[in-house]
């Protein structure tokens, strides 16, 4: 067993426990693997370990392993959870199946006009500041409504819910309740959105807390993969 499935088996585990622990089914929460600066061998380590769902947060990058990967595992699901700047949204249209970035209309349109006709809607989630960061992207909670308005009116788009980075905090009881507000917006955002079934929310360090508020997908790097290499290589 390499140290990999090693490290996907015990995340797994550890996903399983917090949900029975709040009385959810674990399969209601998706693992995404955060594979950036990580090299396409070590991608297909995790695929070999059962893996499906990848995260990339750099655009040429993630590009780059969905080109090398794909004819031989076209099952895999891409998601783009990164700044997306305009000037590479066109890629992001063309290659991934999730983006989790979206936090502008003018974003949305042109992920919706670049979108190629033979492939199905972009899924995409809006990403929220829900600790009004100055520092972080993402819209307010308020804001919400409108732009998924804008995008359910968008056809190569599917809105399939939020996604937010809270602030760092170290203890249980504060990192459960911003994540609990955060559900409480995804709950909103369900009641007029029946597609709306995402809500990607948690990390290494504050999974537990976010499944127990309701996240359905948990965004994982460092604790599978080990430390990042910021050298990119392939």
Not at 27 to 41: D, N
Not at 67 to 73: C, D, G, K, T, W
Not at 194 to 204: E, N, Q, V, W
């Amino acid at each position: 067993m390499t140290v990999i499935e090693q490290n996907l088996q015990q995340i797994r585990g550890q996903i399983a426990a917090a949900a029975t622990q709040c009385g959810r089914d674990p399969q209601e929460v998706t693992l995404l693997a955060v594979s950036k600066t990580k090299p396409a061998s070590q991608v297909e380590e995790a695929i070999q370990a059962g893996q499906i769902a990848f995260g990339e947060n750099y655009v040429q990058e993630g590009v780059d392993k969905i080109q090398l990967l794909q004819s031989r595992f076209p099952h895999l699901q891409w998601h783009f959870i990164g700044p997306l700047q305009s000037n590479k949204s066109k890629l992001v249209a063309e290659h991934f199946a999730w983006c989790h970035t979206v936090d502008r209309l003018r974003i949305a349109t042109r992920l919706n006009d670049q979108r190629p006709a033979d492939l199905p809607p972009l899924n995409v989630l809006i990403q929220v500041n829900i600790s009004e960061e100055a520092s972080k992207s993402g819209i307010m909670v308020a804001e919400i409504p409108a732009l998924a308005a804008a995008i359910a009116t968008l056809p190569h788009l599917r809105l399939r819910g939020l996604m937010a980075i809270p602030a760092p905090a170290e203890d249980y009881d504060s990192q459960f309740a911003v994540c609990a507000k955060m559900a409480d917006a995804f709950r909103a955002l369900q009641r007029d959105y029946p597609t709306a079934d995402t809500l990607s929310l948690g990390m290494s360090d504050d999974m537990p807390a976010a499944i127990a508020a309701g996240s359905t997908m948990v965004r994982i790097g460092t604790a599978i993969f080990g430390a990042r290499d910021y050298g990119q290589s392939l």
